[in-house]
C-alpha cells in the first residue's frame, strides 16, 4: 500500500529547459511534503519542503506546487541544469511523524 | 560537521550470516532513523528513535531484524540471520527533532548484498 506515489521511475530533459517531477498521495491527513534528492553512492538530501496551508514554495530554480483537492505536488526545476541529474524522492510526513517516501523518479539532464 | 556517519560502506555475506549496520548521527540530533532502499520500493522507513527510545518499528519487516540506540551518539541495525532478498542500500538518518517540517539528515548508506 503506497501511500505516496511518483508514477514516472525517469525523466529525461534538455539543458535550460524546465523539469517537472510529480508526486500523488492518498492520505488526506499528510499536510508536509517534502522533496529530497539523491546521486548515486550518496544519502538522500533535502531540496525544499512546502506545507498545506500554501500552494507553492519556490526557491531559486526549484518551486514546489501542491495541489490539495488533487492529492498531488510538483518540483519545477527551470532552468534544469546538468547537475541536477540524480534521482528526486518525494515524501509526506505522517501524523506520527515519520517520513512516507516515494519510489523516486531518476531525472537526467541532457547538456 | 561530518554529518551522519554509517560503517560499513558496503557489505557482502553469505546467507545465514549475521550483519550488523552502524550509524553515528549527527551531534546534537536527538531523533534517528533507519531505511532501506530497494528498486521496487523505493526508500522504507524500518524503525526510529527518539531520544534512544524505539517509537516505532512497524516497518521492521520481520523478527530477523533488530535496531539498538545504546546511547545519543551510536545506533545499530542487525539481521540475522540474514537471506539474500535483504539486499538494499541501508540509510541511517538524523533529525533535532521527529515531526513536521524537521529536515532529517542522511548518511552515505550501507550497501548490503547477501548471496
Known amino acids: 500500500d503506497q501511500q505516496v506515489k511518483q508514477n514516472s521511475p525517469s525523466l529525461s530533459v534538455q539543458e535550460g529547459r524546465i523539469s517537472i517531477l510529480n508526486c500523488d498521495y492518498t492520505?488526506?491527513?499528510?499536510?508536509?511534503f517534502l522533496w529530497y534528492k539523491k546521486y548515486p553512492a550518496e544519502g538522500p538530501t533535502f531540496l525544499i519542503s512546502?506545507?498545506?496551508?500554501?500552494d507553492k514554495n519556490e526557491d531559486g530554480r526549484f518551486t514546489v506546487f501542491l495541489n490539495k483537492s488533487a492529492k498531488h505536488l510538483s518540483l519545477h526545476i527551470v532552468p534544469s541544469q546538468p547537475g541536477d541529474s540524480a534521482v528526486y524522492f518525494c515524501?509526506?510526513?505522517?501524523?506520527?511523524?515519520?517520513?512516507?517516501f516515494g519510489q523516486g523518479t531518476t531525472l537526467q539532464v541532457k547538456p | 560537521d561530518a554529518g551522519v556517519i554509517q560503517s560499513p560502506r558496503h557489505e557482502v555475506t553469505e546467507m545465514g550470516q549475521e550483519v550488523t549496520l552502524r550509524c553515528k548521527p549527527i551531534?546534537?540530533?536527538?531523533?534517528l532513523f533507519w531505511y532501506r532502499q530497494t528498486m521496487m520500493r523505493g526508500l522504507e522507513l524500518l524503525i526510529y528513535?527518539?531520544?534512544?527510545?524505539?517509537?516505532?518499528d512497524s516497518g521492521m519487516p520481520e523478527d530477523r531484524f533488530s535496531a539498538k540506540m545504546p546511547n545519543a551518539s551510536f545506533s545499530t541495525l542487525k539481521i540475522q540471520p540474514s537471506e539474500p532478498r535483504d539486499s538494499a542500500v541501508y540509510f541511517c538518518?538524523?533529525?533535532?527533532?521527529?515531526?513536521?517540517?524537521?529536515?532529517?539528515?542522511f548518511g552515505p548508506g550501507t550497501r548490503l548484498t547477501v548471496l
Open positions: 512546502i506545507s498545506s496551508i500554501k
Open positions: 528513535f527518539n531520544n534512544n527510545v524505539p517509537i516505532d
Open positions: 551531534s546534537g540530533h536527538n531523533s
Open positions: 538518518a538524523s533529525s533535532v527533532q521527529s515531526g513536521e517540517g524537521n529536515e532529517q539528515f
Open positions: 515524501a509526506a510526513i505522517s501524523n506520527t511523524g515519520k517520513l512516507i
Open positions: 492520505n488526506s491527513m499528510f499536510d508536509y
